[in-house]
């Protein structure tokens, strides 16, 4: 008898008990042992009903996607829900925690299901990259309709098991935690009742209802803007439409064809792939996991503009108090009006209630003074990038704060060690970068100065967590690890602009690669301001910052979407990014200044210098051990900056583009266009020479 699946009956049900942690995966184990325990739940004469029910935290959560791309072990899934659905005796499923993917169809494999209030289902193959590909697509219909199912399919959405009842994807939800205790009462009642085997296979009510409905037509037009690029969502439509015109046997194998080409597509290997490193960076290597955290139950934070207001909007939304400090009560007003303004616009859609928008602003008290500071358990400053500011303030934080309270700067380029020196505790001083927009963006880049304490790094990353952000925990260097390698996308973007390209022909490699905007459209988003103030601080500190045209529009005010005019326009409400033939006249004129001739540049040439370069330097972010992982620099790129999830992130996608080939190419740029920048790094060249990838490090 296999151990992860066991058979065992008490009264006159046959208890089929899965219990695989974490997460009851689907793997081959429990494939083979769930068929043997069918097996002898039907061969048990005193069985009358089965129940499936799962140990641990949840029912099954899916197929075991670390199978994935490997060769396929028998029994397949299909066949296992084939087995369940076909039992002479009634099958029960209990569901507790997430009924999801290929766990969610061995349950409309059974003949009922009970769930607990708690639970929810879905089927989130989607995010895969995938379809459900083990009859998901043809059972749900046959109890939710078309609508139901295309929202859930092409979503991954989870419903809740209320939701679920009501669409008739369960047929009983009951309150308590004891899932098997609930299981084995329901299937009490099926004996009693003498309810029959009921097949979902065999329920065509409603897709006979909905045949030959424009339904499918509608919703592909439809997901051609939600989709952004991704392949999968149209298979699902596909596949589900299959089920409202063949067969349910035909309707399967055409799921299998879909499912198999879905299998086969980059993009779910792109997708697995950042689905295992978001949970990997919570992993450090170095920083054990009984690392002790210290508590944080209060937080400070210095600045009330657009990134201090979405700091605190985070801790606000997971009941975390806060202290907003501004120097002068204008600016206070000025950045609570605007968090007010947020939530009730996000309670406008529905979000989030009107008292939940009254609870979340009382929990973010205002203070001009310093002395609100003494007793918070974090402070974070969030005042724009000036390091003689920054240091008089974390002078200021040295004096205020109680010991051991934790002093976090959102810098999103300056040395954390700097900053720390102007403090007596300079291992308790860390970066907490967060991305614009703060309350939306996932990313949080922790970065550790060299006296950061362990205790310190452990307690920014449970942070991360409590606030439902990605934390990635990083290095001290100038822009760490998001902002160094996209300054060196800017600045090759810029040079191709100065060189002949618009930037909207730079901005459309960027979006057809699957960048929800381009580099320019998000210098107008992020306040064209940021970026000019970095450079002046850069020359000021001596370095050689070239001239740009960007400068040439801060000058002028065209600050970005703020001032609804920066490398685009904007009309007012609107963050659509318009030409404007003013910019190509301030281009020309800069060329002109510079004496440059404008050339034709091809979108190849764009795509290699601003995916390279970041590659390249990426690589050297690896090397001087910023990033521990290329793991931690693709989720980085994918939960900060919009990098398409389903090519992995930068340093999974240029493994998929051949390391060797980028390396020739960063080397011929080198030859070509010098500059530090194409200066090949030394791991790139050792890994492209040994015919290595990144993700093999
Ligand atoms: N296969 C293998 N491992 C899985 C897994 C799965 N389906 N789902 C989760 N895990 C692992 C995670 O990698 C993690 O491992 P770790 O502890 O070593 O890092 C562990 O289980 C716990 O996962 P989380 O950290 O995500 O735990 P949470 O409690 O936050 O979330 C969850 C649990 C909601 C189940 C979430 O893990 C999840 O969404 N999992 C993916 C579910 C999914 O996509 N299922 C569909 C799979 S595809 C499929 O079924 C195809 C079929 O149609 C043929």
């Known amino acids: 008898m296999s151990e992860v699946v066991t058979y065992q009956r008490e009264g006159a049900v046959g208890v089929i008990t899965v219990n695989y942690p974490p997460v009851n995966a689907l793997g081959h184990a429990v494939r083979s042992g769930l068929l043997a325990a069918l097996e002898q739940g039907q061969q048990d004469a005193e069985a009358k009903a089965l129940l499936l029910v799962c140990e641990g935290r949840t029912f099954i959560a899916g197929a075991d996607i670390r199978e994935f791309g490997k060769p396929m072990q028998e029994p397949g899934l299909p066949s296992v829900v084939e087995a369940f659905e076909s039992s002479d005796k009634p099958i029960i499923a209990a569901i507790h925690g997430t009924a999801l993917g290929g766990g969610l169809e061995m349950a409309l494999g059974c003949h009922y299901r009970v769930a607990l209030e708690s639970a929810r289902v879905g089927l989130p193959e989607v995010k895969l990259g995938l379809l459900p590909g083990a009859g998901g697509t043809q059972r749900l219909p046959r109890l939710a309709g078309a609508q139901v199912s295309l929202d859930m399919i092409t979503s991954g959405n989870f419903a809740s098991a209320a939701e679920a009842l009501q669409d008739g994807i369960v047929d009983a939800v009951e309150s308590g935690d004891d899932v098997k205790a609930v299981g084995l009462a329901f299937a009490q009642k099926v004996i009693d009742e003498g309810k029959p085997v009921r097949r979902v296979r065999d329920l065509n009510d409603k897709v006979e209802a909905e045949k030959g409905s424009g339904i499918f037509d509608q919703y592909r037009a439809g997901l051609q803007k939600k989709a952004c690029g991704l392949f999968s969502p149209f298979k699902c439509v596909d596949a589900v439409e299959a089920a409202f015109q063949l067969p349910f046997t035909d309707g399967m194998k055409r799921e299998r064809e879909l499912f198999m080409e879905c299998m086969e597509s980059p993009q779910r290997a792109g997708l697995v792939h950042a689905f295992f490193a978001e949970r990997e960076v919570s992993k450090v290597p170095g920083l054990p996991k009984d690392t002790p955290v210290r508590d944080v139950n209060t937080v400070g934070i210095i600045g009330a503009g657009t990134m201090g207001g979405g700091i605190a909007m985070n801790f606000a939304n997971v009941g975390i108090p806060v202290r907003l400090l501004e120097v002068k009560q204008e600016a206070l007003d000025k950045g609570l009006a605007i968090i007010r303004r947020n939530y009730e616009n996000t309670a406008r859609k529905g979000r989030i209630t009107q008292a939940q928008v009254e609870e979340r602003m009382a929990l973010i008290q205002p203070t001009l003074s310093y002395d609100d500071f003494a007793d918070v358990d974090l402070v974070i400053e969030a005042v724009f990038e000036n390091m003689g500011v920054k240091k008089e303030i974390f002078g200021t934080l040295d004096k205020v704060c109680k010991p051991g309270a934790i002093l976090a700067s959102n810098t999103s380029t300056l040395d954390i060690d700097e900053i720390a020196s102007a403090t007596s505790r300079p291992q308790d001083v860390v970066g907490m970068h967060f991305f614009s927009p703060a309350n939306v963006m996932k990313l949080l880049e922790n970065v550790c100065g060299s006296q950061t304490a362990d205790d310190v790094k452990a307690t920014v990353m449970a942070v991360a967590k409590r606030i439902k952000k990605v934390g990635?925990?990083?290095?001290?260097?100038?822009?760490?690890?998001?902002?160094?390698?996209?300054?060196?996308?800017?600045?090759?973007?810029?040079?191709?602009?100065?060189?002949?390209?618009?930037?909207?022909?730079?901005?459309?490699?960027?979006?057809?690669?699957?960048?929800?905007?381009?580099?320019?459209?998000?210098?107008?988003?992020?306040?064209?301001?940021?970026?000019?103030?970095?450079?002046?601080?850069?020359?000021?500190?001596?370095?050689?910052?070239?001239?740009?045209?960007?400068?040439?529009?801060?000058?002028?005010?065209?600050?970005?979407?703020?001032?609804?005019?920066?490398?685009?326009?904007?009309?007012?409400?609107?963050?659509?990014?318009?030409?404007?033939?003013?910019?190509?006249?301030?281009i020309a004129e800069f060329r002109k200044e510079q004496g440059i001739e404008p050339r034709e540049i091809s979108d190849q040439e764009i795509l290699e210098r601003c995916m390279y370069v970041m590659i390249n330097e990426g690589a050297k972010i690896l090397e001087e051990g910023i990033a521990a992982r290329a793991l931690d620099v693709d989720i980085v790129w994918i939960y900060g900056y919009g990098f398409p999830a389903y090519r992995g992130g930068p340093m999974f996608w240029a493994d998929q583009v051949g390391v060797k080939e980028i390396y020739d190419t960063v080397k011929r740029f080198h030859d070509t266009l010098g500059g530090d920048q194409w200066k090949p790094a030394a791991l790139l060249e050792r890994l492209a020479g040994e015919g290595k990838t990144f993700g093999s490090l």
């Open 472 to 586: 990635v925990l990083v290095g001290n260097c100038y822009g760490f690890v998001g902002n160094r390698m996209l300054h060196q996308r800017g600045a090759e973007a810029t040079k191709l602009v100065n060189e002949g390209a618009s930037p909207q022909q730079v901005d459309k490699v960027l979006t057809d690669l699957g960048f929800p905007m381009g580099q320019f459209a998000m210098s107008d988003l992020a306040g064209i301001d940021v970026g000019y103030r970095i450079r002046e601080e850069r020359r000021k500190a001596g370095e050689d910052v070239p001239a740009s045209w960007m400068d040439k529009l801060a000058e002028e005010g065209r600050l970005g979407q703020k001032t609804q005019a920066g490398v685009y326009l904007y009309e007012e409400g609107s963050r659509k990014p318009v030409v404007d033939p003013k910019v190509d006249a301030l």
